[in-house]
T-cell receptor, first 112, second 115 residues
Framework: SQQGEEDPQALSIQEGENATMNCSYKTSINNLQWYRQNSGRGLVHLILIRSNEREKHSGRLRVTLDTSKKSSSLLITASRAADTASYFCATVQNTGFQKLVFGTGTRLLVSP | DAGITQSPRHKVTETGTPVTLRCHQTENHRYMYWYRQDPGHGLRLIHYSYGVKDTDKGEVSDGYSVSRSKTEDFLLTLESATSSQTSVYFC??????????????FGDGTRLSIL
């Protein structure tokens, strides 16, 4: 069964605007990860946030985690056309085998 | 670049035929994973391996088997392909540095169509 639900399913914005994607999950987690997938390619890891962290930054990316609400958000600031891709959250319940359980993804379109 | 190569990249085959997909890595990583990606489902784990000859089932393992006879290769086999196994298949590896929380690195996928 799918762990995460992502919202919105699709998002269309202009270059320079911010993009926010949300992820909700069902069970307790050890960490939550965000991945990007360009069309026809594999997934690329963006950022990992541990269950005891509330916020993390990496360049133009900001991720928040609220374990009480079982939700996370990914903010991309000052978006660029090159940010056009699908974005997935994935949760890890146990650290042993680090099995990822993915959400259904958000398709982001950034227009010039 | 995590040095992951999936082969073939595309394959079309008929229902009932056996199919084997190969994932090859060049960096001696211990953990390897097979996922399938379908519209509306994101990625779902099929099988994973935590060492040579050490494998286990994931969420959607029915109809699939795997083998890992050497560190660098993780094979996914569909013994008798069905149309429901039409999908894009991704292999991933996980590096094992200090600390338990490490991301996975993905190959570019194999697009499999079963007619």
């Amino acid at each position: 069964s799918q762990q995460g639900e992502e919202d919105p399913q699709a998002l269309s914005i202009q270059e320079g605007e911010n993009a926010t994607m949300n992820c909700s999950y069902k069970t307790s987690i050890n960490n939550l990860q965000w991945y990007r997938q360009n069309s026809g390619r594999g997934l690329v890891h963006l950022i990992l946030i541990r269950s005891n962290e509330r916020e993390k930054h990496s360049g133009r990316l900001r991720v928040t985690l609220d374990t009480s609400k079982k939700s996370s958000s990914l903010l991309i600031t000052a978006s660029r056309a090159a940010d056009t891709a699908s974005y997935f959250c994935a949760t890890v319940q146990n650290t042993g085998f680090q099995k990822l359980v993915f959400g259904t993804g958000t398709r982001l379109l950034v227009s010039p | 670049d995590a040095g992951i190569t999936q082969s073939p990249r595309h394959k079309v085959t008929e229902t009932g035929t056996p199919v084997t997909l190969r994932c090859h890595q060049t960096e001696n990583h211990r953990y390897m994973y097979w996922y399938r990606q379908d519209p509306g489902h994101g990625l779902r784990l099929i099988h994973y391996s935590y060492g040579v000859k050490d494998t286990d089932k994931g969420e959607v393992s029915d109809g699939y088997s795997v083998s890992r006879s050497k560190t660098e290769d993780f094979l996914l086999t569909l013994e008798s392909a069905t149309s429901s196994q039409t999908s894009v298949y991704f292999c991933a590896i996980r590096t094992l540095r200090t600390g338990a929380n490490q991301p996975q690195h993905f190959g570019d996928g194999t697009r499999l169509s079963i007619l």
